[in-house]
T-cell receptor
Framework: GESVGLHLPTLSVQEGDNSIINCAYSNSASDYFIWYKQESGKGPQFIIDIRSNMDKRQGQRVTVLLNKTVKHLSLQIAATQPGDSAVYFCAEKVPHGQNFVFGPGTRLSVLP | DGGITQSPKYLFRKEGQNVTLSCEQNLNHDAMYWYRQDPGQGLRLIYYSQIVNDFQKGDIAEGYSVSREKKESFPLTVTSAQKNPTAFYLC????????????FGPGTRLTVL
């Protein structure tokens, strides 16, 4: 993963707006990606995943987009709610790989 | 947190002391992992275990030790050799080493005084 030092990027959005969180992954050979949500003081929770044979996958209120050309992953959250406030990070895995590589994350703050 | 428990939630340690963090899972998963999380950084792998009585070093194993005597348990010992042990420690498990999703525990925050 990439380190951005002690301070996480922060995204502030108004309640009800859509959020877009970005992740630049490190290995062009990675073929599986996960987005996690981590609330303060808690363990990460799985949100949505995508494989490299897809460029878009939708869940409930969330969409993940994958651009393999520029090694970029994004998470879109529709109608952002206060409960969405958390740190979001991506994880990547290479084929037959044993371990994931995790990004540093982005802090999402939802404003009332 | 789905079947993975970590204890304690908060742990304080004096310099020079070893401390053991507990991780238990009732998901019948073969693989278990320990990660360290520091502010502004991605999770870093400390140790992982594919099966009982087997474990492998991750990226930052120095100053840590583990055991896997039972399938459901994977305790992590932070030894006095770990120079900067204050961090949030996360345990995870997956059905197998090559499985896709990892399930995380709630974490233990270790503070060295």
């Amino acid at each position: 993963g990439e380190s951005v030092g002690l301070h996480l990027p922060t995204l502030s959005v108004q309640e009800g707006d859509n959020s877009i969180i970005n992740c630049a992954y490190s290995n062009s050979a990675s073929d599986y990606f996960i987005w996690y949500k981590q609330e303060s003081g808690k363990g990460p929770q799985f949100i949505i995943d995508i494989r490299s044979n897809m460029d878009k996958r939708q869940g409930q209120r969330v969409t993940v987009l994958l651009n393999k050309t520029v090694k970029h992953l994004s998470l879109q959250i529709a109608a952002t709610q206060p409960g969405d406030s958390a740190v979001y990070f991506c994880a990547e895995k290479v084929p037959h790989g044993q371990n994931f590589v995790f990004g540093p994350g982005t802090r999402l703050s939802v404003l009332p | 947190d789905g079947g993975i428990t970590q204890s304690p939630k908060y742990l304080f340690r004096k310099e020079g002391q070893n401390v053991t963090l507990s991780c238990e899972q009732n998901l019948n998963h073969d693989a278990m992992y320990w990660y360290r999380q520091d502010p502004g950084q991605g999770l870093r792998l400390i140790y992982y275990s594919q099966i009982v009585n087997d474990f492998q070093k991750g990226d930052i194993a120095e100053g840590y030790s583990v055991s896997r005597e039972k399938k459901e348990s994977f305790p992590l010992t932070v030894t006095s050799a770990q120079k900067n042990p204050t961090a949030f420690y996360l345990c995870a498990s997956s059905p197998g080493l090559a499985s896709d999703e990892q399930f995380f525990g709630p974490g233990t925050r270790l503070t060295v005084l």
